[in-house]
């Protein structure tokens, strides 16, 4: 399939093409897991008053980190630059959350989840208008619709129980295991579009 365009009078907006966001997609499956993984193995038992290990730092870093890369790569994808101000807005919220990270994994696990929470709220809520953006332009956008809101109740729930002496790293692992399965299913999602429109 070519890539899809919307034009309007005053500008034109440009969308990945379905291919390349389902490359993108399980870019971020791989990655959630390994990540999952990794916090599961090193770091899950630890809870809202103990300080993060380097270990546990690192990963809660570069979670935030890794959501302004392939951002990157997406608007590299769709070709749009600085005109696609939506994940302009995301890029800089990820890019404000590794640094309040940064901060936070010097105190305790509770603020660091705080930052987490908050960051997964915020960044759902924009995944959830770039979902109903494409919708037209390029279909299949359920999944993604369906991840935003999860992102935008997970978030909440993270932020709200952050202080919890039950609350620890476990949480923020569940939170990426469900991204990577609604990413997974996007790329079912377009992979099924795409053999559709072939026809």
């Known amino acids: 399939m070519t890539q899809t365009t ?12 379905p291919s390349g966001l389902r490359s993108l997609h399980l870019i971020r499956v791989v990655f ?24 546990a730092a690192v990963l809660l870093v570069v979670y935030p980190l890794w959501d302004v890369i392939a951002t990157l790569l997406e608007r590299r994808l769709a070709g749009t630059g600085s005109a696609d101000h939506v994940s302009a807005v995301n890029m800089a919220l990820g890019l404000a959350t590794t640094v309040g990270m940064i901060v936070a994994v010097f105190a305790s696990v509770g603020t660091a989840l705080l930052v987490f929470g908050v960051w997964a709220l915020l960044s759902g809520a924009v995944q959830l208008v770039v979902a109903v953006r494409r919708r037209r332009t390029v279909g299949a956008q359920w999944p993604m619709v369906v991840s935003g809101a999860q992102s935008v109740l997970a978030g909440a729930t993270i932020a709200a129980s952050s202080g919890s002496a039950t609350s620890g790293l476990s ?16 790329v079912i999602a377009l992979s099924v579009r795409a053999r559709r429109a072939e026809r």
Request: no cysteine; proline share 6%; aromatic share 12%.
């Open 32 to 55: 959630s897991l390994i990540w999952v993984a990794l916090v599961l193995t090193t770091s899950a038992s630890l809870e809202s008053t103990d300080r993060p290990t380097a270990v």
């Open 6 to 17: 919307v034009i309007s009078p005053a500008t034109t907006a440009t969308a990945p093409t």
């Open 171 to 186: 949480t923020v692992a569940g939170y990426s295991a469900f991204g990577a399965f609604w990413f997974l299913v996007s």
